[in-house]
């Protein structure tokens, strides 16, 4: 199974980002049940590494904290390699950085390999590969200066991802509190 760890976003903060919605047109909108910010990718990986996973997440103690957006911005797809994404940004914090690194040592503790890319803390809003450019950069000058109020994460998610016949199926299967 395909596996990713993210913060399943409390609804007024999906309710908020999907007030966007309808605002550019030629995107491709995330569905507001499957907005997250994901803290890491895991990917394919075996039924009994699955569970090994579970555990080490199980056994974390991580702290819960207040969480905001911030800004809007686009990864630029390389050639054919996958659409352009607008993301809303997420406000850097210790305790976010602190939370990662606790969910990456207790990965590497189980044997998944360690992940290189740096941490970009994102949510994921839009595919806007169909979007021309001028179009694009209107809508990002106009909600540049996004804020959402700030709401406490008291929990993560271990999520699978199944490919569905339009977008992939994502599905929490398990869920760890922060204290
Ligand atoms: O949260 P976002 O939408 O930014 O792009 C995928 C999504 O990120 C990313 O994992 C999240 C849940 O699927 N993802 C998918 N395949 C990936 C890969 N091979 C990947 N991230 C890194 N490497």
Redesign the pocket.
Known sequence: MRL?V?IDLPRSLRETLAGLYGSLPGARWVAPDDI?L?LR?I?ETRPDVADEVDYALRSLRGRRFDLALQQTGVFMSAGSRGAS?L?AGVARSEPLDHLRCKIETALQRVGIAPERRRFQP?V?LARVDRVPDPVLAGWMQAHNLLRTDSVTIDNFTLFS?QPGPDR?VYTAEVDYELV
């Open positions: 990713f993210a997250h994901t990718f990917g994404t993301w994102h994921s991802s992939p």
